[in-house]
């Protein structure tokens, strides 16, 4: 196809414009009409061309002597080999043949969780699914490491979660309707600097400042006090982490105990209030009254704030927003069940500017807009194996095959997962515990990763396939709730011998005898013209006239309207309870769940319920430690490129340190420091600030994990959060990650300092 390519290029942080010198990608410029562009995109030339790109296929060495059954050497400390495309395509082909033979397709895992990146083609994912789909399916994964508690826990409190995002109360609504904002976890504007699939024109920052404009009081609930803007920012009040649910109770309490809740809607509108009173009262399994003097007690937040602040939610039209990192924690599913019932308590639930957001400031396009029409996707085609990971279990699934567990009500078990393989996502990043996923790794008979880069995850690989990035492809850009559609041309030539997954699996399932099943005798180029179409047909539906593909390839992008900037969340459910149910059991709000009460587990029981982070200090140190999104980057994407490694200190990921936690550890700001636990150890730079709570520490995900295997614990030398979380889930429920709930200690690092080898290609043999 030869059409005239418009310079844009789309991604999860928003669009850019893209310069090149006609063989590579020089610069991403900021898109001009974007209100408040971030400065990801300038990792993203530096990020291409640097050492640590994958240049050709590779073996690691031990596997392609030995074979996969006669297991040898460690993955992720092998030396590789780097072999031809045909070698690759051959290895990979006889491996799928043979495990299909020996054991069936329910021995491929290709849950394959990660963010990969945008454009509706080259869905790293998707395409994965679509080839091994044509191949007899696999075991699959469910779930995400962003709000997973939210997705298993709330249908049954208030219908699903995605409904809750798309249905979300509008800033506009909350500009012109709210007084008092109760934002737990904060609103994070770094955050809002992605969304899933792309958010091209940043409208959050200017939602919310028009909000404080307009007079309405917002208070940062969280151990960061820039998780608010301060132009936005009227009170921050630091509670210990994972003690919210502690703290809503605290404020429930009071409004219980002076009689300022609402019971006509509770009555109304809910089911089980008389229980969450019984246990605010003390008169649950706990006997212990939750007093503001008890919630003082659990999160530091004095008693007096608490009962003021309660009277001031009552007498005002108060809207509580909670982060999605609060339920990335242990027992995450309280703080959600306990955030509804507050706000339920309050009564403002479908009112406009009252009730609740949760997952506020998780992406840049929650509360701003929803997209109009579908878009056109690649189809994965039927998978025949119904098994599935609940996604965060992945350690797990490897350590313990067939063994059983609970999850969302039901007794599942374990597959039986013998080849492994991952495209577009770094689990060596997003999972906990990482010297136990480094164990665990160590099980399957094969492991395949696609990437761009030498991230720890492809270090992990028997098979490593280098593939081509968003710029050297051409595609269209259309984000989950985006409102825009962004022309993707094909900036570069992939370098060295990196290829388009699509072309992979091509000639994968050519080698398998069953091409067509899956091109459907299409290129990837057609396959975006067809995408395009299919999205042209959407679109009339939604009343909007696109252009042909030529045209849209060519030129700007294109924005389409919010389909309702007015909408209140539950305003339909408010205004005729019994005309418009929710989907949960009883039709209203359940703030207590019989069907969960009779999945009798001990850490999800039927009410919201406090419980205490499990990481015994004792054992594991005094501080705390979060570890929330990065500005500089996505998660671990692009942390090779220029503006993440602008942000290091002697080459190692900032952590943030209260002044009293470092000066009584002789720790200055600009020190290299090991941060460590029973589980694990990394070095950090001190960034020494009173922005974070004393007594926690602050350690953006996402800093590619470069661990010293030679020592034990392994030493990451690089600053991966995830060397020091531990691996279990929220609960039983939701089997969700917890990272957010960490006991570690701090010291200043005085011996040599190991230089950071996480940006450098493996050892190849020859
Ligand atoms: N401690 C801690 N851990 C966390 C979190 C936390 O708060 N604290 N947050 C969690 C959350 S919310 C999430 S969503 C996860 C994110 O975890 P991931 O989504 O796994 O993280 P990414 O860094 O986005 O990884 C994407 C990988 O895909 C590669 N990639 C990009 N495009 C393509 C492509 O087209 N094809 C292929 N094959 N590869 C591609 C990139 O190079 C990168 O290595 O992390 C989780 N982990
Ligand atoms: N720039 C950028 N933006 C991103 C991403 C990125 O990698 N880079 N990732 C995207 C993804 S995949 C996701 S899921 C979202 C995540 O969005 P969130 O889940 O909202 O993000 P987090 O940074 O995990 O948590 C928000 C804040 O909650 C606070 N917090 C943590 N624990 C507690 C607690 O116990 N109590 C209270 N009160 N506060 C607590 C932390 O200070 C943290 O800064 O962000 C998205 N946005
Ligand atoms: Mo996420």
Redo the contacts with the bound molecule.
Sequence with gaps: MDIKRSALTSSH?GAGVVETDGERVTAVHPYPADPAP?R?NENIPGALYSSSRIQRPAVRASWLENGPEKRSGTRGRDPFVEVSWDQALDLIAGEITRIRETHGNGSIFAGSYG?SSAGRVHHAQSLLKRFLNTQGGFVRSEGN???NAALVLMPYISGPYRLSIIDSTRWSVVEKHSDLVLA???L?E?????CDGGVTFHRFPSAVKACADAGVKFIN????RS?MSAGVQTEWLA?K????TALMMGLAYVLLDEGLYDPDFLDRYTVGFDRVAAYLRGQGDDQTPKTPAWAEAQSGIPAERMISLAREMASKRTMITL????Q??DFGEQPLWMCVTLAAMLGQIGLPGGGYIIGA???GNIGTKERLFSTGTMRQLHNPVTDFLPVAMISEMLLHPGEEYVYDGAKMRFPDARMVWWAGGNPFHHHQDLARLHAAFQRPETVIVNEISWTAAARHADIVLPVAAAQERLDFGAGKSDDTLVPMAAHAKPPFQARLEYDIYAALAERLGNRDAFTEGKTAEQWAETLWEVTRQFSARAGVDLPDFETFMAGDAIAVPDPSPEQVYLADFRADPEANPLPTPSGKLELYSETIAGFDLADCPGQATWFPPRDDPSEHGPLFL?S????T???SQLDDGAYSRSYKIKDREPVLIHPTDAESRGIADGDVVELFNRRGRCLAGAVVTDEVRQGCL?LW??AWYDPDFSQNPPLDRHGNPNSLTHDRRTSGLSQSPAS?SVRLDVRRWTSDLPPVQAFSPPIFKR
């Design positions: 942080w971030n990801i963010w490491y962003s709000y737990f976890g904060g994070a770094r955050n809002t600097a992605v609930i969280s151990p960061l998780d509670p982490p994972g003690s919210d982060a999605a990192g609060l990335r924690a400031a998780v992406n979060i929330g999104q990065p500005k980057r996505l998660h602050f995900t996402g957010h």
